[in-house]
């Protein structure tokens, strides 16, 4: 089992499937793999004793209960922080454990994560199954050249100079800005900027990465970027997702 293995397009449950959980919780990953997705999105932290875990924002007011700062909480208090419903912050390898058939989409929020990521990616054995990704570039090399044969998408520099190539129509320009890169992952439009259509999933396709576009919850949306050709579907709503695209998946 690799990352980029499976039918498409793939379906990332964007950290877990939260209808009746709080996001990126355990309960919450369970819940996206229970209804048929096969890879998750999440967030990677580190907590104030080097633990990766897995949270989006830096607090953890917005989630539901919780207070405080990712970066100054032990993992164990924040696996006991009483978010909604009972729930705790998990760390990566708690649900690398838990979900040993799952394939993780791992952002790295802050520089600080890498090495506890790294080291909880090799300690599970999931290089294979996991794709490691950051905005900054800087974070995102650091982890791949960790992870040998590591899965990776663009990082904000990457994808900005994807961006131009791919509107110059400078293929080889493009080619060169994604070596290394497996997938590029993007909203549909960037303001009033278009960045999925015909052509620039042709041409990252010929390029050869796949395309992911975030976040996508709309069925109809769904299936017309698919009948664009991309990939890879990013959604709060797996369930949705699963049931809109089952018969659109290539098997």
Request: hydrophobic share 50%; proline share 4%; glycine share 10%.
């Amino acid at each position: 089992m690799t990352f980029l293995e499976g039918p498409r397009p793939r379906i990332l449950a964007h950290r877990g499937l939260a209808v009746e959980v709080p996001e990126n919780t355990l309960a919450a990953f369970a819940a996206a793999i229970a209804v048929g997705a096969t890879h998750v999105e999440s967030d990677v932290r580190v907590s104030a004793d080097g633990v990766a875990v897995l949270a989006h924002d830096a607090t953890l007011e917005r989630v539901g209960g919780g207070q405080g700062r990712i970066d100054v909480s032990s993992a164990s208090a924040l696996a006991a922080a009483g978010l909604a419903g009972g729930h705790g912050v998990p760390t990566l390898a708690e649900a690398l454990a838990a979900l040993p058939e799952a394939r993780f989409n791992l952002d790295l929020k802050v520089p600080g994560a890498v090495e506890p990521a790294v080291r909880a990616i090799r300690e599970a054995g999931a290089t294979d199954r996991v794709l490691v990704t950051s905005f900054d570039e800087t974070t995102r090399a650091r982890a791949v050249a960790a992870l040998p044969g590591v899965a990776t998408s663009a990082s904000r520099a990457i994808m900005t100079r994807a961006l131009v190539a791919v509107r110059l129509r400078r293929r080889g320009a493009l080619r060169r800005a994604l070596a290394g890169i497996d997938a590029v992952q993007v909203p549909e439009r960037l303001g009033r900027v278009r960045i999925v259509d015909a052509r620039s999933v042709a041409a990252f396709h010929d390029a050869g990465v796949e395309v992911h576009v975030w976040t996508v919850n709309d069925a109809g949306a769904m299936r017309r970027l698919v009948a664009l050709g991309v990939d890879g579907i990013v959604t709060d709503r797996a369930d949705v997702a699963v049931a809109t695209l089952r018969d659109q998946r290539d098997g």
